[in-house]
């Protein structure tokens, strides 16, 4: 497979940082543009911080993340930073109607063969590219953040995307040490988005009312499922707790109560602004003057965990 000669990211808020990081990491040409001269002023400084974090993490080389700093630029134009790119990343804040219009632009300027992929959390593919005369070689390519930390990518084909642009999404993803998933069918949030969002609510409700603290509850999730679905993901999990028996046994014992705990969850569909504020006023209360030092220490966490995954699949 012929690794991508310059990738261009468009958008330089901190998924469109993350992606350029990661592929500054590993060694590959990247161009950096935003249609806010001050976001890209941004970008200058922060992907070279977060390239060079990666190797103090043990997630890069010290020589190739130099390497790649070298051929790190900034476009000062759409023109300049499409031209001649072999894969052409879109990471601009989710407004459906911004991205079809900027995938419109960028196929106006880009080369026959460029890859086009957006990094949406949620938008229909089809709906994304719908403006694209080529949308054989467009696809959702959507990444966790920070995507120069986790591995997983969600690929989410559109109506027209071929297999070969699956396919090359896949080699250039695998290339940078990432997880694609290829989801079969476009949903609304695809799969990450619908877990997070329905877990998120239960967080929210329990938190909203009164049943434990904020910092309590994200103790409680991570130190709790989560380190489990790190390990094995929630259908394995409950496959192996009952042993031998495995998920059959375990629908047996244990179907009944949470189908008591799922008559109980919450289901309403809006955060009215009253509970907007309330949960606000919780997270800030918990976290207060600690943004910074919290995000430096989620970063080690994740590496840690990532290296200790790694080391137990090869042992």
């Keep these: 497979m012929a690794l991508p000669r310059k990738v261009t990211v468009i958008g330089a808020g901190d998924i469109g ?27 200058a400084a922060d992907v070279p911080q977060r390239a060079r974090a990666l190797v103090e993490q043990q997630r890069a080389s010290q020589g190739i993340v130099e390497r790649g700093l070298l051929e790190f630029e900034q476009a000062r134009s759409l023109l300049q930073g499409v031209k001649d790119a072999d894969w052409v990343i879109e990471a601009i804040s989710e407004d459906l109607m911004a991205k079809q219009r900027l995938f419109e632009s960028i196929e106006q300027v880009a080369g026959h063969d460029a890859l086009l992929t957006s990094s949406s959390s949620g938008l229909p593919p089809g709906d994304i590219f719908a403006r694209c005369r080529r949308q054989d070689r ?14 997983l990518v ?23 040490g990432r997880m694609p998933i290829l989801l079969k069918k476009a949903v609304p ?5 619908r877990i997070a969002a329905a877990v998120w ?32 993901g ?21 179907l009944g109560s949470f189908e008591s705990w799922w008559a109980e969850l919450a289901t309403w569909k809006r955060l009215e602004p009253e509970q907007q504020r309330a949960l ?31 080391q137990a699949r090869t042992t």
Aim: proline share 6%.
């Design 138 to 151: 467009c696809l959702v390519a959507h990444p966790l953040n920070p995507p120069e930390l986790i591995p």
């Design 234 to 254: 929630p259908h394995l999990t409950y496959h192996l707790a009952a042993g031998d028996g495995g998920v059959t046994l375990f629908l047996q014992q244990l």
């Design 201 to 232: 609510r239960q967080c929210i409700d329990l938190v909203l009312d009164g049943v434990i603290d904020v910092d309590e509850l994200d103790r409680a999730v991570s130190l709790g499922p989560a380190l489990g679905w790190a390990a094995a």
């Design 154 to 176: 969600e690929l989410v084909p559109g109506p027209r995307t071929t297999q070969s642009t699956v396919a090359r999404a896949q080699d250039y993803l695998r290339s940078l």
């Design 17 to 43: 940082c993350g992606w350029a990081a990661l592929c500054v990491a590993a060694g590959w040409p990247v161009t950096l543009f935003d249609a806010s001269a001050q976001g890209l002023e941004r970008g």
């Design 189 to 193: 949030g695809y799969v990450v988005g």
């Design 280 to 310: 606000i006023h919780s997270v800030e209360r918990a976290y207060k003057h600690k943004l910074e030092l919290l995000r430096e220490a989620r970063d080690r966490r994740l590496g840690a965990i990532l290296r200790a995954l790694e």
